[in-house]
Every structure is written in C-alpha cells, then in structure tokens.
C-alpha cells in the first residue's frame, strides 16, 4: 500500500532534549517535505527536499534541521526543543510530475 | 503570505452542492490550482486539482474561471463526511518548491 509513514506518533519531550521525528515514503516520491499545524495559522512548511541531498528552507525553519541521505526518508530533527515548537507535525511527498502531495498521519509533539 | 484566498468557514446543508470559493488573482500562467481537505486532524488528503479547464472527479469538481483569478470547489451531494477544513493552493506543477497552504475554509455540513 502506498502510503507515508511518521514516527513517532505521539512524543511528549523536555526543553532541549534532542529529537527525530522520521519520515518514509515507499512510493518513490522525489519531493518530501515537513509542515506545522497550530490552532488559527493553518499549515506552514518548514523545510522541503527536492531530491536527495537536496533540501531548503519553507516558512518557517528556524529550529529545525532535516536531512535526505536517501529517496525514501526524510527526518526532522529538532536539536533543541523548545515549547514554541510544541506542535502537529505532518510530513508530506509527491512525485515531481503531478504535484500532488501525499500526507502521513501526524506527529504530535508536546515540548515542556 | 499565502497566494491564496478562501473564507474562514461556511455551512451546507446534508444532500446539497457544497460551493468553496477561492481566489488566486496574482496566479502565474504555469501554476496550478490544488485543493486538499483535511478532517479532523488527520493528515490533508488530495482532492483534486487544474490549470485552466473545469476538472471532475469522483470527489469533487473544479470550476476555474476564464482569467484564472478564482475557482469554485463543487461537492455535489454534502455528507457529514464532508465536514472538514478545504485548503487551496497554487504550485507549478512539476517544478518542486516551496508550498504556501494559507488557513482554509472549514466546511459544516448541516444534518
């Protein structure tokens, strides 16, 4: 089945504590990229990856850092959490041609 | 800032048409107008998507208008299952980049 996965699901994590989020997507996707859902701002991306080793900046990268060392994964590594990061993170690919983007079912993360 | 504008919220009665406008009056020439819906908050989900012509698929129909300036999502039949957030975007499609969602119009479906 295609589908994008995310782990952890859940994450309830402490200020400057380090984490990855993970990403995969088994459909081949070339674009993957990671958006941010807050009450009343709607979704903003964070960083995309056009290809491997190929990332850059969206909306809204300050805090975070993402690697594509392979087509099929995409982290999301927060290297020092803080409680404005306390969100619902989606991960997202498409591929090149269609545009049309293909959602994994969320990570919440609580930062205390 | 978004490319796009939608209003915050509308209601539709059970059975009939949703309409959920959207306007795109700074749309290039080779973006394409998208529209996912998100329920709950489970991951958005594709709906459908077009250039200049109308489009139709087993969701839903995309109404563009001639200068491309706005588009119409049509549900044609409303269920409660259609009760969710409606986001439209522009990309090119094909040319990978920075994705603009913008807040949506949270749909009420009315029983």
């Known amino acids: 089945e295609a589908q994008v996965t995310q782990n952890p699901r859940y994450l309830i994590t402490v200020t400057g504590k380090k984490l990855t989020v993970t990403c995969s997507q088994n459909m081949n996707h070339e674009y993957m990229s990671w958006y941010r859902q807050d009450p009343g701002l709607g979704l903003r991306q964070i960083y995309y990856s056009m290809n491997v080793e190929v990332t850059d900046k969206g909306d809204v990268p300050e805090g975070y850092k993402v690697s594509r060392k392979e087509k099929r994964n995409f982290p999301l590594i927060l290297e020092s959490p803080s409680p404005n990061q306390t969100s619902l993170y989606f991960c997202?690919?498409?591929?090149?041609?269609?545009?049309?983007?293909?959602f994994g079912p969320g990570t919440r993360l609580l930062v205390l | 800032d978004a490319k796009t504008t939608q209003p915050p919220s509308m209601d539709c009665a059970e059975g009939r048409a949703a309409n959920l406008p959207c306007n795109h009056s700074?749309?290039?020439?080779?973006?394409?107008v998208y529209w996912y819906r998100q329920i709950h908050s489970q991951g958005p989900q594709y709906i459908i998507h077009g250039l200049k012509n109308n489009e139709t698929n087993e969701m839903a129909s995309l109404i563009i208008t001639e200068d491309r300036k706005s588009s119409t999502l049509i549900l044609p039949h409303a269920t409660l299952r259609d009760t969710a957030v409606y986001y439209c975007i522009v990309r090119v499609r094909g040319r990978d980049d920075k994705i603009i969602f913008g807040k949506g119009t949270r749909l009420h479906i009315l029983p």
């Open positions: 997202a690919s498409s591929f090149g041609d269609t545009g049309t983007q293909y």
């Open positions: 700074t749309i290039s020439g080779n973006e394409y």
